[in-house]
């Protein structure tokens, strides 16, 4: 019997490779080809040999338990080439990767490595391993990742990491072999080439795409390090230069031709093989760069637990204080501003003025201030006038209450605290009040509260110019006024103990004493009046009244006079305020003898026989009669507005101005300062009251 096509005998260890050669086959033969698998080293007759006309073993090792083929045989050994759509898992491993390389055949397993290094995976090691043979079995820690084709059941199960690059196909050469040996026309080899091409072809637009995507991710990249106000050097592990921003280029007066060249050698003075020998980080080093002292921070890289290089970031100092300046200014602005100025200080006593022409002295100095007066006296309104007025007004005005501290919490309110350094401690840690009134004033109300163990660090702040937060080691530099007050006796305190005698010194650079309101009773009217106008209220004071109001010790002073205000408004029936309104305290108590008015003017009528002594009556009336519509309009008005709005009979300037003087000695009107204007007082309108009656009568 004539044979119709040649066949051929396909011997391998499993049936997977047995059905990859055949279909590999087929594809290329088609038809023509007849085919007899054998698998899993089952054992041959030798009759089988009759019919085949070519054996293509996967391993020699196959022959040796099976009958031997006649001489007249050829026996191919299959070469086998690799599934490169598999290779990118090879590709994205870093130079110097371990690979277990796993197979069931030593003789495949050589040819599979040395076919790897063909293709240019000469930059991994790999390590073989044949289970069941002499080959050894590495440790874990020895080996990055397992590698196999198609055989995952081999590897043992500790190795987690495993790249599988599937079974390999037969290389065309092989192919060729057959349709020599056999006489079979390669007309299917265009074909199956080019499906082996169309792989390559796949694989360099995958290439090419991954190029243009690193290409766009480097731009990216190289934007963001450009936009970032710190200057930023990378290196590889020997400390040769692979990335340098223009913030670097620019700080540092250097050229991004450095790039390849040893950061060593371009800026020994970064010190940066501390870096690449010990791997350690180095944070916030001050190191002086030629004219220059910079903030740098070093920092190695790894992948996969493999030192790659080194990430140098630097700033100079300069602009970290700028914008650190910044940050305490944004937070100043949150409400660390003054309300007062010394406009806002009222009061006609001489010794209140005279505080206002000192305090004005001494804002435009830069030494400690220490104010002192009973409470409710106006001294922070005083710190903050004397603020407002200094160089410091744009920075920040901070008020620390003493007072309203206990011991635990005024050493981290004063100066900060990092983070973790104790139970409950803010994550990130917190600025203390010192640093935000950085470039400003600090202002320490009740400093005789402050405890002796808070007194030592304060004074160190005083002398230093410097902080250091809880649980800190950082000396942080702080420009900062410092104003104290105290209502305390602190030499007293000195003399018993429980006030340092050279903080006292420290504080007491420019001392500010300022008046009870009881000693300057000339400032009492004035300030209802001006309570009055600030709440757009408006009352009137009997006599009996404003003799008590006078005659009233004040020992809360300003601030017990404005809660009276407050208590008035709401009490008084139809505006006008009487003995029988006054509550009790008015009374008994705090009494002292009746001060005199101006000019000793204590009583209405003394005040008009003092005015008609001045003057015409009539004139005095109709002033007070255009400055009380203006108090009813709530306005003030000047002189020169005041004579336009006269209706009786004609004055000068010069009058008007004459007349008012002695109607503000009086206690009638308020004059103010500069372009304030005039008004009329509560005790000027009841002189006009008087005045009007006795007119009619």
């Not at 066949?7 to 023509?32: D, H, K, V, W, Y």
Request: net charge negative; charged share 25%; glycine share 6%.
């Amino acid at each position: 019997m004539i044979k119709q096509k040649p066949c051929i005998l396909l011997m391998t260890r499993l049936e997977t490779i047995s059905l990859l050669f055949a279909n590999a086959l087929t594809s290329f033969f088609g038809n023509r080809l007849d085919i007899i698998r054998n698998h899993m080293q089952e054992r041959l007759h030798p009759s089988v040999y009759d019919e085949v006309d070519l054996i293509l073993v996967s391993d020699t090792s196959l022959l040796h338990d099976q009958p031997t083929p006649p001489s007249d045989i050829p026996v191919l050994l299959a070469r086998r080439t690799i599934d490169i759509n598999k290779l990118d898992q090879l590709m994205d491993l870093p130079p110097g990767t371990r690979c277990l390389f796993v197979s069931n055949s030593i003789e495949m397993l050589e040819g599979a490595i040395e076919l790897l290094f063909h293709l240019g995976f000469s930059h991994l090691t790999f390590v073989p391993y044949v289970p069941d043979t002499e080959t050894p079995l590495p440790e874990k820690d020895q080996i990055d990742v397992a590698v196999c084709h198609g055989l995952r059941e081999l590897i043992p199960a500790h190795f987690e990491n495993v790249i599988e690059l599937g079974h390999r196909p037969l290389d065309l050469t092989t192919i060729f072999d057959i349709s020599r040996l056999l006489d079979l026309s390669p007309d299917k080899a265009n074909l199956y080439t080019a499906d082996f091409i169309s792989d390559f072809v796949h694989i360099g637009r995958k290439l090419t795409n991954s190029v243009h995507n690193e290409r766009k991710l480097n731009e990216k990249l190289s934007s963001i390090l450009n936009a970032v106000h710190e200057g930023i050097i990378g290196t590889d592990a020997t400390g040769n230069i692979t990335v340098l921003n223009k913030e670097a280029e620019k700080i540092l007066h250097t050229e991004a031709n450095c790039i390849g060249r040893n950061v060593a050698e371009v800026i020994p003075e970064f010190l940066i093989l501390e870096v690449v020998e010990s791997h350690t980080e180095v944070t916030k080093q001050v190191l002086e760069f030629r004219d220059l002292y910079l903030l740098v921070t070093k920092i190695p890289t790894f992948l996969d637990d493999q030192f790659l290089g080194a990430v140098i970031t630097f700033q100079d100092v300069t602009k970290v204080q700028q914008i650190e300046q910044e940050i305490r200014t944004k937070s100043a602005n949150l409400g660390l501003m003054t309300k007062y100025s010394f406009d806002n200080i009222i009061g006609k006593s001489p010794s209140i003025q005279a505080n206002k022409r000192v305090a004005t002295k001494l804002a435009e100095s830069d030494f400690t201030i220490l104010i002192t007066g009973e409470n409710g006296t106006g001294k922070e309104v005083f710190a903050q006038a004397i603020h407002q007025h200094s160089t410091r007004r744009d920075g920040p005005f901070v008020p620390v209450n003493f007072a309203g501290l206990t011991e635990s919490l005024v050493e981290s309110e004063l100066f900060g605290y990092e983070e973790g350094s104790f139970t409950g401690a803010r994550k990130g840690g917190k600025m203390g009040l010192f640093e935000l009134a950085h470039n400003g004033t600090i202002f320490l109300d009740e400093i005789g509260d402050a405890p002796l163990s808070i007194q030592a660090s304060l004074l160190r702040v005083l002398q230093e110019k410097q902080v250091m937060r809880v649980g800190g080691y950082r000396v942080i530099p702080v420009n900062v006024r410092v104003i104290a007050a105290t209502n305390c006796n602190l030499m007293e305190m000195v003399k018993k103990g429980t006030f340092r005698e050279d903080l006292y010194y420290r504080l007491n650079v420019l001392p500010l004493h300022i008046q009870p309101l009881r000693d300057r009773p000339d400032d009492i009217l004035v300030l209802i009046d001006y309570f009055l106008q600030k709440k757009k209220q408006r009352l009137s004071f009997s006599r009996e009244v404003t003799e008590q109001l006078l005659r009233y010790d004040w020992p809360g002073n300003i601030r017990e006079l404005e809660n009276f205000i407050h208590y008035a408004v709401v009490i008084a029936e139809g505006n006008q305020v009487e003995l029988s309104h006054l509550p009790e305290r008015f009374f008994a108590g705090h009494v002292s003898t009746p001060p005199l008015l101006s000019h000793r003017n204590d009583t209405l009528e003394d005040t008009i026989r003092y005015l008609s002594r001045q003057g015409s009556l009539v004139d005095y009336a109709a002033i007070l009669q255009v400055l009380s519509d203006c108090y009813t309009r709530q306005e003030r008005i000047g002189r020169s507005a005041l004579l336009a709005r006269m209706e009786g009979p004609s004055m000068t300037e010069a009058q008007i101005r004459h007349k008012l003087t002695v109607l503000d000695r009086a206690g009638c009107v308020s004059i103010g300062v500069k372009k304030q204007g005039t008004q009329i007082t509560a005790f000027g309108q009841q002189v006009l009251a008087a005045l009007l009656i006795a007119s009619k009568g």
